[in-house]
């Protein structure tokens, strides 16, 4: 079934810049509640800057410092209310493994393992995340061409494969501290996430 726009309610975000519309979707491919946050009018831009934001509960909300999420989406947040663009918020909890399970790895990384492997031995891949929809809501949106603000190539491949022409991909900052560098770390050397660990590194630039 061909997605469509279910609803789109103007919500003010603080003292944003621009103002922002979400945006709900019926018939996306894996049937989630996904939403989209829209700055300014992006469908007028011939590539607008656009974030895929997996949703992380610890640390979206809580702050978590386990990992580097809460972070990313606040300076997401920042450019796209000074640039105007999109806000893909997807419903993939833990790379797509769920809260539960995102807290049982958590204990096997607290012995030492790292985020990949103790997804192995609990029984999932690497990353289960599906970005197929992602590529469904800006196709609705009539957007078929971003600048994609991401680390992970595998982001910018999946939204090519489904239809979307990534012209740029924008490196997002580094925020590590002792709690999240172990996790930095095996996001580079086993997904070939492109994280400046070892430099300095201005968030947004």
């Given at each position: 079934m061909t997605v469509t726009q279910r609803a789109s309610v103007a919500i003010p975000l603080g003292e944003q810049a621009k103002p922002t519309r979400f945006v709900s979707f019926d018939h996306l491919h894996d049937g989630k509640e996904h939403i989209a946050i829209l700055y300014g009018e992006p469908e007028k831009e011939e590539a607008p800057l656009v974030r895929l934001h997996s949703e992380c509960l610890t640390g979206d909300v809580f702050g978590s410092q386990r990992c580097d999420c809460g972070e990313q989406l606040h300076e997401a947040q920042r450019l796209l209310a000074d640039q105007g663009g999109v806000l893909l918020y997807l419903r993939q909890e833990g790379r797509g493994i769920g809260l539960y399970n995102k807290l049982d790895a958590y204990a096997l990384q607290d012995?030492?393992?790292?985020?990949?492997?103790?997804?192995?031995?609990?029984?999932?891949?690497?990353?289960?995340?599906?970005?197929?929809?992602?590529?469904?809501?800006?196709?609705?949106l009539g957007i078929l061409s971003i600048r994609l603000l991401?680390?992970?190539?595998?982001?910018?491949?999946?939204?090519?494969?489904?239809?979307?022409?990534?012209?740029?991909?924008i490196d997002t900052g580094v925020y590590i501290n002792r709690h999240n560098a172990a996790y930095?770390?095996?996001?580079?050397?086993?997904?070939?996430?492109?994280?400046?660990?070892?430099q300095d590194h201005e968030p947004g630039q």
């Open positions: 012995k030492g393992i790292d985020t990949y492997t103790a997804n192995e031995m609990l029984g999932f891949g690497h990353d289960l995340r599906d970005f197929r929809p992602a590529a469904e809501m800006l196709q609705s991401s680390n992970n190539p595998h982001k910018a491949s999946q939204l090519e494969e489904f239809g979307i022409t990534v012209v740029d991909r930095l770390k095996a996001k580079v050397d086993q997904q070939a996430h492109s994280i400046l660990l070892d």
